[in-house]
Nanobody, 111 residues
């Protein structure tokens, strides 16, 4: 069973940066699609960024150029670097890989 632990959320002012991490417990997710999702209160969950198993990366249009998804060389941790944060980026962020989900980490951006 894959266990994921996401972390790195916090409160920042608009224009600031945060880096989210998602560590897999004892599992190499090199064969899986890696993804970050987010959900704001009262809104539907959004797929923010993905790395497919073939290495293809894609982003939600609203975060293109500001967010970067990546993974470490051991392929047991993935990241989401978030720059130029906007108030509308405020949400709970979840990592997903190999059918498993992290518990979520809150990102709050204030104006």
């Amino acid at each position: 069973q894959v266990l994921l632990r996401d972390s790195g959320g916090g409160s920042v002012q608009a224009g600031g940066s945060l880096k989210l991490s998602c560590a897999a417990s004892g599992y190499d997710f090199s064969r899986c699609r890696l993804a970050w999702h987010r959900q704001a209160p009262g809104k539907e969950r959004e797929l923010v960024a993905t790395i497919r198993a073939d290495g293809t990366i894609s982003y939600l249009d609203s975060v293109k150029g500001r967010f970067t998804i990546s993974q470490d060389t051991a392929q047991t941790t993935m990241y989401l670097q978030m720059n130029s944060l906007k108030t509308e980026d405020t949400a709970m962020y979840y990592c997903e890989a190999c059918g498993a989900w992290g518990q979520g980490t809150q990102v709050t951006v204030s104006s």
